[in-house]
């Protein structure tokens, strides 16, 4: 029988199995002397112990799409990047991490600003600006007033998706609004997976649909992640790529070298001085936290 893992905890895995619900594993020992270990999002075999129980065992890990180092998860589709519009405001800083994280690990992403009831036009407009130039696909919601939630569950239909950002900015209202009538055995997932905390320790999955999920992250706000070096910095700023090439200096910082196409474009406007800020803020970071290594 094959399922996907949607919640991994203490050696158990808690597999969801299209019409059956949710089985309860521990994995072979095979895995541990082969250095593999199953991740949530990845997609399994199993064997059923007891059906009435919901008990088994993971036999088999089928190939992966991909793998992500933070959060450690797999086959992921797309990052869903969750900001409040205001209340609290946006800490576009924040933001710019968890950009750089997914650009990082090639996971495609889409930033949604929720809580878009309580702002002006023009303060979205002024977020737009800022992140529509840089490329990014965007989408204005609110729970209260049901804005935008058809279609940011058309945008997650038939996706593994997972969804990151930080507290106070609606996610779980979110979560649950894009939940209302898709699936019934929806509440029993909920029940088994203890959801409904105020902070996630680990990550989960909630089933949509029919493959379609939501994985529900810890937050992965820092840099630290393995190989993750000052130089490959720029690479995840993807308004940064089409002006690299006219840099003087191989190895181009775009921050202290002269005749650097990266500040021209900025001085011409091609290039949003919010997101070059935040670019160097977190260059100086990443070489600090060598510094102490």
Known sequence: MQGKIVKGISGFYYVHVAESGIYECKAKGAFRKENRKPL??????IAILDSEKKLGNVDEILPRANSLIRPAVANIDMALVIFAATSP???????????????????????????????????????KAVYEAAGYPMIFT???????????????HGKTTAVAGPSGVGKS?????????????????????ERGKHTTRHSQIIPLG??????????FSSLDVPGFEKEDL?????????YEPYCKFQGCS???????????????????????????????ELKNRKKVY
């Open 173 to 193: 209202s979110l979560v649950n609004s894009l939940q209302d009538g898709i699936v019934m055995e929806t509440g029993g997932i909920s029940r088994k997976l």
């Open 89 to 127: 405001e946006p800490n576009l800083n924040l933001l710019d991490r968890f950009l750089c994280m997914m650009e990082y690990q090639h996971v495609p992403t889409t930033i949604c600003i929720n809580k878009c009831d309580l702002v002006q036009q023009d303060e979205l407009d002024k977020l």
């Open 142 to 156: 609110s729970v209260k007033e049901k804005q935008n939630i058809k279609e940011l569950q058309a945008l997650l």
């Open 234 to 242: 720029w690479n995840c700023f993807p308004e940064f790529l089409p």
């Open 40 to 45: 949530v999002g990845d997609n399994v075999e």
């Open 210 to 219: 029919k493959e379609s999920y939501i994985m529900d992250t810890p937050g």
């Open 254 to 284: 775009h921050i202290s070298e002269p005749q650097c196409g990266v500040k021209e474009a900025l001085q011409e406007g091609k290039i949003h001085p919010v997101r070059y800020e935040n670019y160097k803020l977190l260059y100086e």
